[in-house]
């Protein structure tokens, strides 16, 4: 797990965060709703129609994706927007893609 550059093992804490992560990543409709933001700021009417889920469905993978830190949430009125505050997630989805197409 650790690269060459860092000599000690990772702590139970950060394996734990490291596994948090991961499990948010592993749904599909999350890495929808993802790809529906990776671009620019989205409302959730926005990421709804997107995705092709329910506004309840996709709003419990919002909060979580917002809770973790992968999401930023901004109300602008009475609209919430929604869009990649972890740069790292798109790019991880993007690794195991070209890795599945090798």
Known sequence: MSTPKA???LTDAELEGIALHFRLLGEPMRL???QAVCHAPRTVTEIVAAVG???ANVSKHLALLAAAGILSRRKD?????YGMKDKLAVQLCELVRANLTD
């Open 32 to 34: 929808k709703i993802l």
């Open 53 to 55: 889920a329910t506004q």
């Open 77 to 81: 009125g009475q609209s919430v927007y």
């Open 7 to 9: 000599k000690r093992l």
